[in-house]
């Protein structure tokens, strides 16, 4: 075994990838990964002895080096060394400042020494030996990872809370310290509570700078000018990227989990806006290939680059990939100039298919359409919401989320969020009453609108518990953010979730039995099993 990560929903044979990740991260970049985990929970040891909240500047880095952890994020080493070097030189100087015993806080490793194997051993999940306790840590590291996405996203777009780099912070140094199964069980669901704050944060963040998504027809076709392909989560970088390419002849698309983009009445404005292409993350091989001009990487969701499109891809943010070049942020923008001027220069892009899908389904959106909706509940026309949220992957096994979606009865209607979406939206589902089937409310961490939506229907229709309404839930999971959002679904008390393709590898038997008892989570069986059940 030269590495272990079994972070994902694809991780090798549902145990965990132990010589190379599925995802194409390689054993150097996945070991630094558990030393940069270790070094940023010997940070947030030192902060809390000091007795002082985070600093703003200590708060982003420990975000940004999680959110550099997630999968298809950051598949470049030497940014993992030099996040590994600042993570321990912040520490360090805690240490020198406040007095502490240098020996406390864990890792004093040197990326350049010869000593790594060592203290890749000492860092790496299997350490904890007791199965239970490493399953409860690994649902916290993992949901914290998720949080840390969402909420450089909100701080990127203008919104802070302090509580949550708090939070980061004192969930990294519990696990630093002995605890309980019940202690940790609590930390479960305080991260889950930290989850839905972090998502109503980025909610509040992007609809303040935005406004709120409406409905949305989006072109899925391409017309013939040269062309950017922007893909990701992060709007300010969408932003940016518009405004520089307006009137200059260059056309911008969105890519996978930047689809709901579209929706957003701020960006509607840009008439070279000119809509979607492709599909979910793992069929960029193609997809960017037949692109022809640049690719934007904002966030995650990058799979190992291919020569076809290797010279015409750039990353931004916390993303990263060797031999791929990178765009930092220089006094609080970002130059998009380089890209722009390649994009001049290459052909159109190659159209894959024509027409269009309709979005916008967020909370405030749906909730303009209540009435109609209540009326639909209250006559019979709508009988049933099945929440399919989530994400796509690979594997076979997912056509299982395609399967159900044909399958559901012409009474039921889809809520979905995420890059899940893909795997029904483009099917012809029809409408109910004008209601489309499929309810799409945006990226995965719009699973938040969701939730609100869920929240007012339990008060309009009067009812004591959010699972006394109409709605199933069949989740699709593949990295860290859909584990924070499956904690925030179990912070706000939703029970009976089926969770496909196949439940995590880090939940031991114990603890997976325990979210079987208390929440009523339950793995998937056949789209025929489950529609039968879910609409019984």
């Known amino acids: 075994m030269s590495m272990f990560c079994y972070q994902c929903q694809e991780t090798a044979k549902n145990t965990g990838c132990t010589m190379r990740g599925v995802c194409g991260k390689t054993e150097e970049t996945s070991n630094l990964q558990d030393v940069l985990l270790d070094v940023l929970k010997g940070l947030a040891r030192a902060i809390t002895d000091s007795k002082k909240n985070p600093s703003q500047e200590q708060g982003l880095f420990i975000a940004n080096a999680l959110f550099a952890t997630i999968t298809n994020a950051n598949f470049d080493s030497q940014r993992i060394i030099n996040l590994i070097s600042e993570g321990l030189a912040m520490r360090n100087a805690i240490i020198i400042t406040s007095g502490l015993d240098a020996g406390h806080a864990s890792l004093s490793w ?43 996203h909100a701080l990127h777009a ?42 109503a944060l980025l909610d509040s963040a992007n609809t303040s700078a935005y406004g709120n998504p409406e409905i949305t027809k989006v072109n899925i076709g391409t017309r013939g000018n040269p062309a950017i392909l922007i893909s990701g989560h992060d709007l300010k970088d969408m932003e940016w990227l518009l405004e520089q390419t307006k009137d200059t002849g260059v056309d911008v698309y969105t890519h996978s989990e930047m689809l709901p983009a579209n929706y957003y009445p701020a960006f509607k404005k840009y008439s070279h806006f000119v809509g979607n292409y492709g599909n979910a993350w793992w069929k960029q091989d193609t997809e960017f290939a037949s692109f022809n001009g640049p690719i934007l990487m904002t966030t995650n969701c990058i799979v190992p680059v291919k020569e076809a499109y290797k010279d015409r891809i750039f990353t931004t943010g916390m993303a ?13 923008k970002k130059d998009f100039s380089e890209i722009i001027e390649m994009a001049k220069k290459c052909p159109p892009p190659i159209q894959i298919e024509e027409g ?6 967020a909370h405030h959106q749906v909730m303009a359409l209540a009435d109609k909706v209540i009326e639909a509940v209250k006559s019979g026309a709508i009988k049933k919401f099945v929440v399919m949220a989530g994400c796509d992957g690979r594997h076979k096994s997912r056509q299982y989320f395609t399967d159900v ?17 893909y795997r029904y939206n483009k099917l012809n589902l029809g409408d109910i009453g004008g209601i489309p089937r499929v309810l799409d409310a945006g990226q995965c961490n719009d699973s938040y609108s969701l939730a609100v939506i869920a929240l007012k229907l339990k ?20 990295e860290q953010k859909a584990v924070a959002v499956l904690l925030a679904l179990l912070y706000l008390g939703v029970k009976n979730i089926r969770l496909g393709p196949t439940l995590p590898a880090f939940l031991s038997p114990a603890v997976a039995g325990v979210l079987v008892e208390k929440f009523g989570i339950k793995g998937t069986k056949t789209a025929e099993e489950d529609v039968r059940e879910m609409t019984m």
């Open 320 to 332: 990263g990939y060797p031999g791929v070049k990178h765009i930092s942020e220089m006094n609080g």
């Open 110 to 152: 040197n990326p350049t020494g010869a000593d790594y194997e060592n203290h890749y051993a000492a860092a790496s999940y299997l350490a904890v030996e007791n199965e239970d306790v490493r399953s409860l840590n690994s649902l916290v590291i993992f949901g914290i990872k998720g949080i840390s996405a969402y909420y450089t």
């Open 405 to 421: 979606a044909s399958q559901l009865p012409e009474d039921s209607v889809i809520l979905t969020a995420g890059c899940a979406k």
């Open 158 to 199: 203008g919104k802070n809370d302090e509580s949550i780099p708090a939070f980061l912070v004192s969930a990294l140094d519990a696990l630093t310290r002995e605890k309980s199964a019940d202690d940790l069980v609590a930390l479960v669901m305080e991260t889950g509570k930290t989850a839905v704050t972090t998502m």
């Open 356 to 361: 269009s899908i309709i979005g916008g389904f």
């Open 459 to 478: 008060e309009v229709f009067g009812l004591e518990d959010i699972n006394d309404l109409p709605i199933e839930y069949d989740i699709a999971w593949y």
